[in-house]
């Protein structure tokens, strides 16, 4: 019996290879990564042939040229040609850093697939192998039901298969172009042709602008055997009843987490994690009950140090020795040095809520007008400049209703929690709408209620949905990739992720999640993939 349920996987191998799609028409075809190749002139003179005069660069017409030559050119924005190949080489680099980003995203999602189809794999074995054994009790002249449920669940698991495996094949071509596309950026901008790098830099930029990200997929399947129930007045079983049925279930796409602690430090009496935020050595910085005490935790539980904030705390963010802490009580934000003690406040004009670095010199706090939203208040993003507390508004209110925590990731997005809204909103560090997210397409027991918000390495952006109890993981563009379910849960039909009413979240300096609750408690996970 397990002879024919292994001739069927490697039937099923057979009928899905690994690098082919289905297109519009149903046929099958072999997917190619497109080749985008720049072209190489490094003949550009920096000067005119005519007039000898250095060049310039024209912002309106993306074009070299000659002040001179072109009279059309007079009312138009120019820069002279070197600074505008450093603007160019600035942004290439820029491009070429999200690129490598999203190659390692993609290579991510490819392992997580592969990780999927093994695991269909011995779930189609194990049903299947379970059908056999009931097929031996079946009366004769009844083997076909047997047959007809095999070829059912074959098909099935075919068709699972193949969709996997194209969606393999898309992110595998994403990544062979995304490639290129960097080896193509990083010729080009060790070029010391000023008029070349230029020229070519607005090819590479359109290139990579236009190569899109494959979506990950967003379900996957459980397959169910009905158990073989006796009768309860001893009656005997039908031939169908002995076999069973087969049903194939459609659930949110989980994505595997181990964990590896779960502890409340004995010192600690308080209830809910309000806010945590790294440390060094896989180390986090904890807030239970707003403070004013923030705690640095290892992952045993055990207190490393206390600092007092004297002062109630919202939200804490660092960035190498930096700490900052924001409060609502006293309407500021504080900067702590590397002994912990307050170097700077700066006072917000709105109540501060959610905190974090933008860059090594700037931290962007979303601010509401009251902690409870009221008709008619009005929320902000505000960029502080660490050195010389100035500060700015980012253009975002009107998408804003009560913010309440945020976080970037890797390309320098804004990744806004709002709770009153039901949303995440993603936003350029201009303060542009991107995308906004309010939860799958799959329905979950309650509406999105996001909390804490934390961006990883590779770009995800990870949610927390406090009335759900789970955690929303999304792609480096704001859609839906899979809810976080501890091992021990996968077997279940629910999102539930293995601990209640989730909180807070952070990632530490090693990689794994941290999840605070309103229970007191710390669960660390870590990624199976």
Request: aromatic fraction near 6%; include cysteine.
């Given at each position: 019996?397990?002879?024919?349920?292994?001739?069927?996987?490697?039937?099923?191998?057979?009928?899905?290879?690994?690098?082919?799609?289905?297109?519009?028409?149903?046929?099958?075809?072999?997917?190619?990564?497109?080749?985008?190749?720049?072209?190489?002139?490094?003949?550009?003179?920096?000067?005119?042939?005519?007039?000898?005069?250095?060049?310039?660069?024209?912002?309106?017409?993306?074009?070299?040229?000659?002040?001179?030559?072109?009279?059309?050119?007079?009312?138009?924005?120019?820069?002279?040609?070197?600074?505008?190949?450093?603007?160019?080489?600035?942004?290439?680099?820029?491009?070429?850093?999200?690129?490598?980003?999203?190659?390692?995203?993609?290579?991510?999602?490819?392992?997580?697939?592969?990780?999927?189809?093994?695991?269909?794999?011995?779930?189609?074995?194990?049903?299947?192998?379970?059908?056999?054994?009931?097929?031996?009790?079946?009366?004769?002249?009844?083997?076909?039901?047997?047959?007809?449920?095999?070829?059912?669940?074959?098909?099935?698991?075919?068709?699972?298969?193949?969709?996997?495996?194209?969606?393999?094949?898309?992110?595998?071509?994403?990544?062979?172009?995304?490639?290129?596309?960097?080896?193509?950026?990083?010729?080009?901008?060790?070029?010391?042709?000023?008029?070349?790098?230029?020229?070519?830099?607005?090819?590479?930029?359109?290139?990579?602008?236009?190569?899109?990200?494959?979506?990950?997929?967003?379900?996957?399947?459980?397959?169910?055997?009905?158990?073989?129930?006796?009768?309860?007045?001893?009656?005997?079983?039908?031939?169908?009843?002995?076999?069973?049925?087969?049903?194939?279930?459609?659930?949110?796409?989980?994505?595997?987490?181990?964990?590896?602690?779960?502890?409340?430090?004995?010192?600690?009496?308080?209830?809910?994690?309000?806010?945590?935020?790294?440390?060094?050595?896989?180390?986090?910085?904890?807030?239970?009950?707003?403070?004013?005490?923030?705690?640095?935790?290892?992952?045993?539980?055990?207190?490393?140090?206390?600092?007092?904030?004297?002062?109630?705390?919202?939200?804490?963010?660092?960035?190498?020795?930096?700490?900052?802490?924001?409060?609502?009580?006293?309407?500021?934000?504080?900067?702590?040095?590397?002994?912990?003690?307050?170097?700077?406040?700066?006072?917000?004009?709105?109540?501060?809520?959610?905190?974090?670095?933008?860059?090594?010199?700037?931290?962007?706090?979303?601010?509401?007008?009251?902690?409870?939203?009221?008709?008619?208040?009005?929320?902000?993003m505000v960029c502080t400049n660490i050195d010389t507390g100035a500060q700015h508004e980012l253009?975002?209110?009107?998408?804003?209703?009560?913010?309440?925590?945020?976080?970037?990731?890797?390309?320098?997005?804004?990744?806004?929690?709002?709770?009153?809204?039901?949303?995440?909103?993603?936003?350029?560090?201009?303060?542009?709408?991107?995308?906004?997210?309010?939860?799958?397409?799959?329905?979950?027991?309650?509406?999105?209620?996001?909390?804490?918000?934390?961006?990883?390495?590779?770009?995800?952006?990870?949610?927390?949905?406090?009335?759900?109890?789970?955690?929303?993981?999304?792609?480096?563009?704001?859609?839906?990739?899979?809810?976080?379910?501890?091992?021990?849960?996968?077997?279940?039909?629910?999102?539930?992720?293995?601990?209640?009413?989730?909180?807070?979240?952070?990632?530490?300096?090693?990689?794994?999640?941290?999840?605070?609750?309103?229970?007191?408690?710390?669960?660390?996970?870590?990624?199976?993939?």
């Open positions: 019996m397990k002879e024919q349920c292994e001739q069927r996987l490697k039937n099923a191998d057979s009928k899905c290879p690994p690098q082919k799609c289905v297109d519009g028409d149903n046929n099958t075809v072999e997917k190619k990564p497109e080749v985008r190749q720049q072209k190489a002139n490094t003949n550009l003179s920096a000067q005119c042939v005519v007039h000898g005069n250095a060049l310039l660069y024209c912002k309106d017409c993306l074009d070299i040229i000659c002040g001179q030559c072109e009279k059309i050119h007079v009312s138009h924005q120019k820069m002279k040609l070197v600074d505008s190949s450093k603007v160019a080489k600035a942004k290439m680099a820029k491009e070429t850093k999200h690129l490598k980003t999203l190659i390692r995203y993609a290579n991510v999602v490819i392992k997580d697939l592969n990780c999927y189809l093994e695991k269909q794999k011995l779930h189609f074995l194990d049903i299947s192998n379970e059908i056999m054994e009931r097929a031996n009790r079946l009366p004769e002249g009844t083997e076909h039901l047997s047959h007809s449920l095999l070829d059912d669940i074959q098909a099935e698991h075919d068709s699972e298969t193949n969709r996997i495996k194209n969606k393999i094949a898309e992110f595998n071509n994403f990544i062979a172009e995304a490639k290129l596309l960097v080896t193509n950026g990083e010729n080009i901008g060790n070029s010391v042709d000023e008029a070349f790098l230029t020229v070519q830099s607005g090819a590479f930029l359109k290139n990579a602008a236009s190569l899109t990200l494959p979506a990950p997929p967003k379900e996957c399947n459980l397959y169910v055997l009905t158990p073989i129930i006796t009768p309860s007045d001893g009656s005997a079983l039908s031939p169908e009843q002995m076999i069973g049925e087969f049903s194939k279930i459609h659930v949110p796409w989980r994505i595997e987490v181990q964990r590896t602690a779960s502890i409340r430090p004995e010192t600690i009496s308080a209830r809910f994690v309000t806010t945590m935020c790294p440390a060094n050595d896989g180390m986090v910085w904890v807030v239970w009950q707003w403070g004013p005490e923030i705690h640095l935790v290892d992952k045993n539980g055990d207190v490393k140090k206390t600092i007092n904030a004297n002062c109630k705390v919202d939200d804490i963010c660092t960035y190498k020795d930096t700490l900052v802490i924001s409060s609502h009580e006293s309407k500021s934000i504080k900067f702590l040095n590397e002994n912990h003690e307050v170097v700077k406040t700066i006072e917000m004009d709105r109540v501060p809520r959610g905190t974090t670095f933008t860059s090594p010199n700037e931290v962007v706090t979303c601010c509401v007008q009251n902690l409870h939203h009221k008709n008619g208040d009005k929320s902000s253009p975002c209110s009107e998408h804003l209703l009560q913010p309440w925590r945020l976080g970037v990731n890797v390309n320098g997005d804004i990744c806004v929690s709002d709770r009153n809204k039901g949303s995440i909103m993603i936003f350029d560090h201009e303060g542009n709408l991107k995308s906004s997210y309010s939860g799958p397409d799959t329905t979950t027991r309650h509406p999105l209620a996001p909390h804490a918000v934390v961006c990883d390495r590779y770009g995800q952006i990870l949610v927390v949905d406090y009335t759900n109890h789970t955690v929303h993981v999304l792609d480096p563009i704001g859609r839906f990739r899979g809810f976080l379910i501890m091992d021990t849960e996968l077997e279940k039909r629910a999102v539930f992720m293995g601990t209640s009413s989730p909180f807070s979240i952070t990632i530490d300096s090693e990689g794994d999640v941290w999840v605070g609750n309103k229970f007191g408690f710390l669960t660390v996970l870590k990624f199976r993939v």
